[in-house]
């Protein structure tokens, strides 16, 4: 059985969490948000977002997670149109964007959710 999914948005970045990353467990994200009709998914190729849980909140590890965001993830997020989705799995990592680049970035089940039930979404 397929669920029914509608489609949500024509574009979507996804940033890999580390432990998805390492675990070779990212790939099986990309293909669900794959199932999404009429959504773009494309990986943003980053290293660690920098934040590594608390790590980048601490006084003397900040500057550090910033200057690790800033290798790639943070400037894709800018670039990215205000109308793509931003995926990251990581609370983490959603943190970082967010605190980066004022975006908020969706869990992949939220992608889901709003693809299940459209009028809902906001």
Do not use: W
Request: proline share 6%; hydrophobic share 45%.
């Amino acid at each position: 059985m397929r669920l029914p999914l509608a489609p949500v948005a024509a574009r979507a970045l996804v940033h890999g969490h580390c432990h998805q990353k390492s675990f070779d467990a990212f790939a099986p994200v990309q293909q669900v948000l794959k199932l999404v009709p009429g959504l773009s998914v494309e990986t943003i190729e980053s290293s660690c977002c920098g934040m590594a849980g608390a790590f980048g909140y601490g006084r003397e590890t900040i500057d550090v997670s910033l200057a690790m965001g800033e290798l790639s993830l943070l400037p894709a997020v800018r670039k990215a149109p205000a109308e793509a989705l931003i995926v990251a799995d990581g609370t983490s990592c959603r943190h970082q964007i967010h605190d980066g680049t004022g975006r908020a970035a969706l869990h992949v089940v939220r992608v889901l959710e709003m693809s299940l039930n459209p009028a809902a979404a906001t």
